[in-house]
T-cell receptor, first 117, second 116 residues
Framework: ETGVTQSPTHLIKTRGQQVTLRCSSQ?????VSWYQQALGQGPQFIFQ???????GRGNFPPRFSGLQFPNYSSELNVNALELDDSALYLC????????????????FGPGTRLTVL | AQTVTQSQPEMSVQEAETVTLSCTYD???????LFWYKQPPSRQMILVIR??????QNATENRFSVNFQKAAKSFSLKISDSQLGDTAMYFC?????????????FGKGITLSVRP
């Protein structure tokens, strides 16, 4: 069973630039959630994708956007980067839906450390 | 809105001893999940244990067990026979189990240090 993977591991950008982070979900999972974790804090929910559709969003501005692909991998895009966007970005996958197999337990990838200068 | 509170920022324990990490939460929902995640310096968030609110029996996973008090909205984690590898940040998290949106709400975390 393949776990959740994320790329890249580290990224340095300058203010105003755009960034794309990638996540491959665990085998058999159909739901991907993205979280932002500032230094010394707990993760904050950005949004979730279920079967290629946005399925809930946290308190983040529209310049944070995402995609989910037919193989359930996902991208997080951030436009017009600000200094406060510097954080660890975590992706988590789970088996969502309405069936009996739904578990909802989220398994996390290793994260992408984004630094905005 | 749901909130999760971890009021102890740091704890320290001697190797082989037992330690308990505290967590309280607030919700008006009746069906939900509670989790403890561990985040070592490597940053990977690792699931430690999960508890369904409808289950009265406390969850256990090897050396890890919880004390779930639904009426008090308390969810503490007990680590027995602490090991050096348990050194990490520990997060308590809450999830509503109804509906398709299953986001996690995290506490601020507690840094646990295991002393040799």
């Amino acid at each position: 069973e393949t776990g959740v993977t994320q790329s890249p591991t580290h990224l340095i950008k300058t203010r105003g630039q755009q960034v794309t982070l990638r996540c491959s979900s665990q085998s058999g999972h159909n739901t991907v959630s993205w979280y932002q974790q500032a230094l010394g804090q707990g993760p904050q929910f950005i949004f979730q994708y279920y079967r290629e559709e946005e399925n809930g969003r946290g308190n983040f501005p529209p310049r944070f956007s995402g995609l989910q692909f037919p193989n359930y991998s996902s991208e997080l895009n951030v436009n017009a980067l600000e200094l406060d966007d510097s954080a660890l970005y975590l992706c988590a996958s789970s088996l969502g839906g309405r069936g009996a197999r739904r578990t909802d337990t989220q398994y996390f990838g290793p994260g992408t450390r984004l630094t905005v200068l | 809105a749901q909130t999760v509170t971890q009021s102890q920022p740091e704890m320290s324990v001697q190797e082989a001893e037992t330690v308990t990490l505290s967590c309280t939460y607030d919700t008006s929902e009746s069906n939900y999940y509670l989790f403890w995640y561990k985040q070592p310096p490597s940053r990977q968030m690792i699931l430690v244990i999960r508890q369904e609110a409808y289950k009265q029996q406390n969850a256990t996973e090897n050396r890890f067990s919880v004390n779930f008090q639904k009426a008090a909205k308390s969810f503490s984690l007990k680590i027995s026979d602490s090991q050096l590898g348990d050194t990490a940040m520990y997060f308590c998290a809450f999830m509503i189990s109804l509906g398709a949106n299953s986001k996690l709400t995290f506490g601020k975390g507690i840094t646990l240090s295991v002393r040799p």
